[in-house]
Structures are given as structure tokens and as C-alpha cells.
């Protein structure tokens, strides 16, 4: 009976009622494989703090030092002797993926899935017609599960939209779907369940690969995986699906995926990106399902949460380490140290949640655009301004303290730099105006829950009136900064987001800070919304805001954030703009400490690396 509960959550049904038709026999696993990010290879290979380049002499094994992680990394494969025939590569392939399972088995990432539902647009194309937003850990074990960190969330969704896709989607998704789309076939990928094919070899960004379809055999079972697998000609993993399941019961069918994994760790390519898609917009067709979206898994890494895990996380010392003075903390001095408290609590919490970023690269980018509209207002803080980043899609900022945080969802669609300064500004303002709202998290028993109930324990919601004074404040720091003249194209973002807010009350639902909307309208940056240009499909130069996924990429192991380095692509329609838009992802696969050298030294100016379109 689970086995067949697995089965149905691996399918999109079309129909709740197909839920009652069992499988027939082996309820098929379907594995997918992760779609990596398109731009996350680099990252993987140069974020590990592991000397691997310089260990070049010694065997691979030691060369790999184990990052700080939580778990301990499973032991490389031992290496086989290298195939002289295709039957031998399948052999090996099987093999390797049977034992990428094993080594995940003790893992909980994180996974988002952001959806669009599509409608057609005579001028656009497929245009998004409204979203859903999901978020959760999976366990990765023999029985696997998920926590939600959306719980309410998702309750009032499913009873606000009625639509049948949704609801469809939910009952493929909120049990256990994606977890089986990370592989293949989780239970029989074998020769036994599967034909093999040998169809050519082809370059994944600097990795050859020997690319084979996967057929179910007949008789093999509902659900099995058809399609297309990329194996690297080295350990013989694979790094790529792209198929769908094949099922054959009644008003049910599995939706088409491609699927990338990233080679973070010694000897083993893990699921990262999934992206998925259906709908079809050619004349005459009766089917209206249409969707796009983008599934991403990180935090491989992260401890297994449970209450025994935080109770090791409690930090008594933290007030004294800070305050090495001799002398007793004036009022004035004992209320920043408690601040400094709360909100070393919260930074520390929502990276241990999967949900923050570790202090990195692209935290030097965002410090640099808050250092700019400090300096050019002789802003001086008795302590310096951090920024963070949040992993998520959904567009919002917010502050603890003097920490700064901000979306990945929302530095990708944000067009340039004045734009990123924009939304910057507004936390800032909170900071400079005094509108600390995280010091009760200085207790530590409010630190003390459950990962996947973050969102219920944390909150840094502003009232009106403070979000009011602290737009009001912004305007006048981006005035007197080096963004003044450029805040045309903040106008422009805000006008984009405005005529796009109907359809994505996902991506502008926030879930700890304050939402830049209100009741459909956009609210944040109240003041520059009307400043700038028209907005214009037909002026190609005018990029108001981005698609998802083009600047930020994040190393699904240990969570670190970067800027994507990708060169710009001429945009030659209206159609190429897609703004807050979900794209397929094509990540520059590479190998494991072969990736980019060293971390580049922090950019001096942010728009060395920071958002440059639209300037
Ligand atoms: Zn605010």
C-alpha cells in the first residue's frame, strides 16, 4: 500500500480518482535525476575549501579533504577498470547510481519548487496566470519523507484555489513527488526493468558524456522512467535526465522533467536542479495545462533537524565574547550587545534551517552597494551593516539587528544596480531609524524549534507606519547616493512588478519580512513607482526586471551564494524579456575541483559584479 501511495505522488494526476488504481505490480520508483542549475557547476568545484588543486600528487581520496559538514563524506567510489565496451559502461552507470543512492540516504536537503501556470499572450507567448510556491526538507532514505516549512500556507492555498491543476499538482507534490524525481528509478534501475541504448556522445559544459536511452521493458511496471540519460566517461555517473515516467493507468500522466546533477562532492554527482514543463499553445489544442517549473535542492549538508540537534545550538558565551571591555555595559551599550545578541541568534538559526546563505562573495557585492549609500550620507553606525541572503524565491527583504537580508528570488529579477540598491535602502532605512524589531530572539528558548517550523518562530514584520517612514527615508538615502541618476530603471522594475503582482501572489508572498505588496498593489519604494519611462514590450532595450535564476547560483552542498557570470544574450523579442519569469536550467557542467581557481578577491565596486543590464 505505501508502495503505491510513492507511486501516485510520482505522478501528476489528472484526475484525484486515479489515485484508487493501483499499480499493478512493482510500483515503479521513479528517480529523476536533478536538473543542476545552469550555473551552478562552478560553483560547486570552487567553493570547497578543500586544497584539492594543490594536492595534485596525492591519491584523489586525500586530496579531498571533507568541508566542515555535518554529516561525513561518504568514502569515493573505488575506481573500476575502465569499459572497452557500451555494455560495460551500462553495467558501471547502474552501479554508480545504486551506490549515489546508498550515500544519500542519510541526507535532508532542502527543496523549493517554484510553479507558473501558463496562459497564452499574443504578444508575449506563454505568460505566467498565476504561481505556487513549495518548500520543505526531504529525507532521503530508504523511507522517504518531507517536512514542510509551508504547512499553513499551503492549507489556505488548497482551499483558496479551486483550480483543478492545483489541486492536481498538490496531490503529485506535497506527499512526496519530487523527492522521487531526484532519481531515475529509485528501486529497479536495472536490466531487469530496463533496455539500454547507446545513442552518441556529447559535451555537458566541460564534461564528456556518453548520452543513453532508457526504455522501461514491457511488462516492467507502471511508472518506470523513458528517456534520456548523459553519462560522464570518467567515474561512469550519471549527470543528466530528461524524460518523463511512463504510465499507462487511466487519467493519470507523469510530467516531463529534465533533470541536473552537480559533482559537489568526491566521486559523486548529486541532485540539484529539476525543471519541468508541460503545455502545449499550438492552434487547436484541447489540453489547457500548461506550467513551468523550477525545482532546486540544497542543504545536503545540514544536520537532520530535531530538538536534540538545537539543543547543541544554544550559545550562552555569545553576550561575553562580544563585550570584552572591563567595565559594565552602559544602558545604551547593554541594548546594542543584546541586539547584536538577537540577531546573531536569528543569522545563526536560518542558516542552520537551510534558509540563509553563508556569508560569502555575494554578500561583498550587496555590502558594497549598502556601503555606497552609507558613505554618500555620512551614515556612521556603531556597528557595520551585514548582509545575508535568503535561498528562496519569493521576492522580500527584511532586517535583524543590523543584518540585512535579502531574497535570491529578488536580487535575480532586480535589472541592475540601482535597482538592488533600491531595496537595499529600504532595510537600511529600518537600521538607520532605530526599527530593530529581532531583540526578543536574544532569549534562547525562542530559538529552540524544529527547522521546518522556522516561519511560525521567526517574523520581522514591520507596522505601516514604520514601513511608511522607513520608504520615506530610503528615497532620501538613494537621493543623495550614487544611484540618483538611475532611478529611472527602479521606477521601471516597480511598474513591471506591479503589472505582473495579480498572477504571482507566490513569489510576492513573503514569509518573514514585510511584503512589497498590498492588496495587489505594490507598496515598497512608494514614491519612485511613478518615476521613469513607460513600460514597453516593444522597446527591447528596456529591461525592467529579469527571469528567475540568472544571478545567484548557490552550491547545493553548502549553501554558498554567488554571482552567476554569464554573458549577456541579445534580446531580439519581446518574448526574450520574461520578466519574474521560470526558464529551463543549462548549467556548465564541471568536475569536481576543477572548476573555476580560488574565489575571486571581493569585487572593489559592486557594478563590477553586480546586476549591469539596463544600464
Ligand atoms: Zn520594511
Not at 124 to 131: A, H
Not at 435 to 452: Q, V
Not at 457 to 465: A, Q, T, Y
Request: aromatic share 8%; with cysteine; charged share 20%.
Amino acid at each position: 500500500m505505501r508502495t503505491c501511495n510513492l507511486l501516485l505522488t510520482a505522478v501528476l494526476l489528472a484526475s484525484v480518482s486515479a489515485a484508487a488504481q493501483q499499480p499493478s505490480a512493482q510500483p515503479p520508483a521513479p528517480d529523476a535525476t536533478q536538473t543542476a542549475p545552469s550555473s551552478q557547476p562552478a560553483a560547486a568545484a570552487t567553493d570547497q575549501p578543500a586544497p584539492a588543486a594543490q594536492a595534485t600528487s596525492a591519491p584523489p581520496q586525500a586530496a579531498q579533504p571533507a568541508p566542515a559538514t555535518a554529516v561525513p563524506l561518504p568514502p569515493q567510489p573505488a575506481a573500476a577498470p575502465a569499459p572497452t565496451t557500451m555494455d560495460q559502461v551500462v553495467t558501471l552507470f547502474i552501479e554508480r547510481e545504486h551506490g549515489l543512492i546508498k550515500v544519500l540516504t542519510n541526507r535532508t536537503p532542502v527543496v523549493e519548487t517554484y510553479l507558473q501556470n501558463l496562459v497564452a499572450d499574443p504578444q508575449l507567448g506563454p505568460v505566467p496566470s498565476e504561481d505556487h510556491y513549495f518548500l520543505g526538507r526531504m529525507d532521503m532514505g530508504e523511507t522517504v519523507d518531507r517536512k514542510d516549512y509551508l504547512k499553513e500556507q499551503e492549507t489556505s492555498m488548497q482551499s483558496r484555489l479551486l483550480g483543478g491543476f492545483h489541486k492536481l499538482y498538490k496531490v503529485q507534490y506535497q506527499p512526496l513527488g519530487f523527492s522521487w524525481m531526484v532519481y531515475a528509478d529509485r528501486t529497479d534501475f536495472d536490466r531487469e526493468h530496463y533496455d539500454f541504448r547507446y545513442a552518441r556522445r556529447e559535451f555537458l559544459g566541460d564534461v564528456r558524456c556518453l548520452v543513453f536511452d532508457v526504455t522501461p521493458k514491457p511488462k516492467s511496471g507502471r511508472g518506470r522512467f523513458l528517456g534520456r540519460v548523459w553519462v560522464e566517461d570518467q567515474g561512469f555517473n550519471i549527470v543528466r535526465l530528461n524524460g518523463t515516467y511512463q504510465s499507462s493507468v487511466h487519467n493519470t500522466y507523469f510530467f516531463h522533467m529534465d533533470s541536473w546533477r552537480l559533482n559537489l562532492i568526491p566521486g559523486y554527482w548529486v541532485p540539484a536542479y529539476i525543471y519541468s514543463e508541460e503545455g502545449d499553445f499550438s492552434a487547436g489544442v484541447k489540453n489547457k495545462t500548461a506550467f513551468k517549473a523550477q525545482t532546486r535542492i540544497w542543504g545536503y549538508d545540514l544536520k537532520k533537524g530535531g530538538k536534540d540537534d538545537e539543543l547543541t545550538q544554544i550559545r550562552v558565551d555569545s553576550v561575553t565574547d562580544e563585550s570584552a571591555s572591563a567595565q559594565d555595559a552602559s544602558p545604551l551599550q547593554a541594548e546594542r550587545v543584546w541586539q547584536q545578541q538577537a540577531e546573531d541568534n536569528v543569522v545563526e538559526r536560518l542558516t542552520n534551517a537551510g534558509l540563509l546563505a553563508p556569508e560569502g562573495d555575494l554578500d561583498r557585492i550587496l555590502q558594497t552597494v549598502v556601503n555606497n549609500l552609507e558613505v554618500t550620507n555620512n551614515i556612521d553606525l556603531p556597528r557595520p551593516v551585514r548582509t545575508r541572503v535568503l535561498l528562496t524565491a519569493p521576492l522580500e527583504t527584511f532586517s535583524v539587528g543590523n543584518t540585512i537580508v535579502i531574497s535570491k528570488g529578488l536580487v535575480d529579477v532586480l535589472p541592475d544596480e540601482a535597482s538592488l540598491a533600491a531595496v537595499l535602502s529600504h532595510e537600511l532605512a529600518h537600521i538607520v531609524l532605530g526599527h530593530n524589531l529581532g531583540s526578543k530572539y536574544a532569549f534562547n528558548d525562542r530559538m529552540l524549534f524544529d527547522d521546518d517550523s522556522t516561519y511560525q518562530n521567526l517574523g520581522f514584520k514591520h507596522i505601516p507606519e514604520e514601513e511608511a517612514a522607513a520608504d520615506k527615508k530610503a528615497l532620501e538615502l538613494l537621493k543623495n547616493s550614487p544611484y540618483a541618476q538611475k532611478l529611472d530603471n527602479v521606477g521601471l522594475f516597480l511598474r513591471a512588478l506591479q503589472q505582473r503582482a495579480p498572477q504571482l501572489s507566490a513569489l510576492l508572498t513573503t514569509h518573514l519580512g514585510n511584503s512589497f505588496e498590498e492588496n495587489g498593489t505594490i507598496t515598497r519604494l512608494s514614491g519612485l513607482d511613478t518615476q521613469g519611462p513607460a513600460l514597453d514590450n516593444n522597446k527591447l532595450d528596456q529591461i525592467a526586471a529579469l527571469p528567475l535564476g540568472g544571478r545567484v547560483k548557490i552550491n547545493p552542498w553548502d549553501d554558498k551564494a554567488e554571482m552567476v557570470k554569464a554573458s549577456p544574450v541579445a534580446i531580439t523579442s519581446a518574448r526574450d524579456k520574461m520578466p519574474f519569469e521560470v526558464t529551463p536550467f543549462f548549467p556548465r557542467l564541471v568536475r569536481y575541483g576543477t572548476g573555476v581557481a580560488a574565489p575571486a578577491a571581493a569585487p572593489t565596486t559592486a557594478a563590477a559584479a553586480a546586476p549591469s543590464s539596463g544600464n
